[in-house]
């Protein structure tokens, strides 16, 4: 863990409580995102149509807190949007909606067709740079092989001063096994072979190739080492008085169920700035004086 984690965690802890979000993260929202869990398989479009309403609202609050607007005119690019339960909520607030999705089966998947859907890869998107507003990624990183190459790759393509959410399902939380209940704790492969025997077929999350171990400690590594801007890191389905356990190590692995890194894209002579201070002698960050 590098020695800047500390200090630039504590500045996100400090951010979170003037966010917008804070005040709708309440215990009433957080049952029920919880309870909409049970419906992922049986009724797809309640649990992800919830989960989307829920989206539209985070990202409009974090965009407004540092654009001072709302989503109006704003180009925002889904990575890996699948069958498009989110298109509805960003285009009702007045956002041009963009997804990429890397599995065709996906995208038409519950019937649902999406105007900008695009086939490609979260690793390699295939966008200029500086082209998104908003760039958000909703439970995917633990589906993608190389989460953290995705992650900047959303940097990548976001605007300078836009908006990055990077959103996660963490591996020892409870809904880590997503399909395969809770005997990943006893190991991915195990899971994925006990739902095998029991259903007849392999899980849609197959461990080790569609679903991957991605943890807490992984996610705030990426947040004290990007060039964005981390403006906060907290645990999605918490309500806002819950939200320190991300400061907790090991606690926050088995009980911050889901992690969300908010980021804003600085410009590039900032960015500048920044590299230079890692890796110059005596560098303020690698002292952890951040």
């Known amino acids: 863990?590098?020695?800047?984690?500390?200090?630039?965690?504590?500045?996100?802890?400090?951010?979170?409580?003037?966010s917008r979000f804070a005040r709708r993260a309440t215990l009433r929202r957080s049952l029920r995102l919880l309870t909409s869990f049970r419906f992922e398989q049986s009724d797809p479009a309640r649990f992800y149509g919830g989960i989307a309403t829920d989206s539209a609202d985070l990202i409009g609050d974090f965009y407004a807190d540092i654009a001072g607007r709302d989503l109006t005119g704003t180009v925002v690019l889904d990575v890996g949007g699948g069958p498009g339960y989110f298109a509805d909520e960003f285009t009702a607030a007045g956002a041009r909606y963009v997804s990429v999705e890397p599995d065709p089966?996906?995208?038409h998947a519950a019937g649902l067709r999406v105007s900008g859907s695009v086939r490609g890869s979260g690793?390699?998107?295939p966008f200029r740079d500086n082209a998104f507003d908003v760039c958000f990624s909703s439970n995917v990183a633990e589906h993608v092989p190389q989460?953290?190459?995705?992650?900047?790759?959303?940097?990548?393509?976001?605007?300078?001063?836009?908006?990055?959410?990077?959103?996660?399902?963490?591996?020892?939380?409870?809904?880590?096994?997503?399909?395969?209940?809770?005997?990943?704790y006893l190991g991915g492969?195990?899971?994925?072979?006990?739902?095998?025997?029991k259903h007849g077929r392999e899980p849609k999350n197959r461990f080790g190739r569609s679903l991957f171990a991605v943890t807490t400690a992984d996610?705030?590594?990426w947040a004290a080492t990007t060039s964005a801007d981390v403006r906060t890191v907290f645990p999605r389905y918490?309500?806002?008085?819950?939200?320190?356990?991300?400061?907790?190590?090991?606690?926050?692995?088995?009980?911050?169920?889901?992690?969300?890194?908010?980021?804003?894209k600085v410009d590039q002579p900032s960015q500048l700035n920044r590299r230079d201070l890692r890796t110059g002698s005596g560098s303020a960050l690698a002292h952890g004086d951040s």
């Open 1 to 18: 863990m590098p020695t800047a984690f500390l200090p630039r965690t504590e500045q996100h802890v400090q951010r979170r409580d003037q």
């Open 238 to 264: 918490h309500p806002r008085w819950a939200w320190w356990l991300v400061r907790v190590p090991v606690i926050r692995e088995l009980l911050v169920s889901n992690l969300v890194v908010v980021a804003t």
């Open 189 to 197: 492969e195990y899971a994925a072979r006990r739902y095998r025997r």
């Open 147 to 184: 989460p953290w190459v995705m992650a900047e790759e959303m940097v990548r393509v976001t605007k300078p001063g836009g908006l990055i959410v990077f959103s996660y399902t963490v591996w020892h939380g409870p809904f880590g096994g997503h399909e395969t209940g809770l005997w990943h």
């Open 123 to 125: 690793m390699a998107l």
């Open 105 to 107: 089966s996906e995208m």
């Open 219 to 221: 996610g705030l590594r």
